[in-house]
């Protein structure tokens, strides 16, 4: 697979905006297409806009990603309502990549029209007050950084550093439509780097923590990054995950997933009002919890 990076950005001509041209971006990646073709290469067009795109580009049946899904669940876990994260699970794309955190910041433009305006806005400024150790400062030009589409934090810092609501985030994740795909940072659970952005004055350095092996060593004994990693093991290996996404029908504050594929079935409740999730699966034709 090859990532063809800001892709919409390659088509430009004079007296537009030089982003997401038509026809011309289509002729582009089939160009592109051609060329990898005999390689039996997958493209992965990435691109961060209005979540139409995404879906017209899926329409034409390429792998896109899900840069909605974060902010959709930071307000879901924020105001312990799920309305708006469930509209968009029965709509995305499913050939997708789904995301939380990027070696970016925490996407905003890309859920335009799936939440209110209002509720962006709520959202986007409530992470400088439910965050941990985020400031606003930190997305100005005082730090390199005037980036109005994404807001600079590790996204387990964007949720207060609470371990239940991340795992939480991350359930839903892997339960979503599509392919999940994990930040170094995030995997590690990783908090904010104050003292690499202050270093560097870079804003988006808030989320690049290097990493020594010593650290490594010590943050995948934290119960937060070995309850992730057991996530991941049951996403990857149960076999329910190749097959169908269904919503149920729950309350307000709650999410229900199911996900099947012929007699296999894993189950996902949550309540994002106290951010308490259980997990059900199939096992050899018995029903067990993880």
């Known amino acids: 697979m090859i990532r063809l990076d800001a892709f919409a950005y390659a088509t430009k001509k004079a007296g537009t905006s030089c982003f997401f041209i038509e026809p011309d971006v289509w002729e582009f990646i089939e160009e592109c297409q051609e060329i990898v073709a005999p390689y039996d290469v997958t493209l992965l067009p990435e691109i961060h806009e209005h979540y139409t795109m995404q879906t017209r580009i899926a329409d034409k049946d390429y792998f896109v ?18 309305e708006y994260l469930k509209n968009w699970l029965s709509i995305c794309p499913r050939k997708q990549f789904t995301t939380l955190d990027t070696h970016d910041g925490i996407g905003v433009v890309d859920v335009k029209d799936l939440l209110p305006d209002e509720e962006i806005e709520r959202t986007k400024e409530d992470i400088f007050k439910f965050g941990a150790n985020v400031k606003k400062i930190y ?64 804003g988006r350095n808030i989320n690049r923590h290097y990493y020594t092996t010593e650290e490594i060593e010590e943050e995948v004994k934290r119960p937060v990054v070995k309850e992730l990693i057991r996530l991941m093991e ?57």
């Open 139 to 202: 997305n100005t030009a005082a730090y390199n950084n005037l980036d109005i589409y994404q807001v600079n934090c590790s996204y387990y810092s964007a949720l207060g550093d609470d371990d239940a609501a991340y795992l939480l985030a991350r359930a839903v994740q892997f339960f979503a439509p599509g392919i999940p795909q994990v930040y170094y940072v995030g995997l590690l659970a990783g908090k904010n780097d104050l003292k690499l952005l202050e270093e560097t004055k870079v």
């Open 65 to 82: 990603y899900d840069f909605a899904l974060p902010m959709l669940l930071i307000n879901a876990l924020y105001y312990g309502k799920t």
């Open 234 to 290: 049951f996403r990857n290996t149960h076999k329910a995950f190749d097959g169908a996404f269904e919503l149920e029908t729950c309350g307000e504050k709650e999410l229900h997933i199911v996900r099947t594929c012929g007699e296999e079935r894993a189950e996902l409740f949550a309540n994002f009002d106290t951010k308490e999730f259980t997990i059900t699966y199939s096992e050899n034709g018995t029903i067990k919890t993880l």
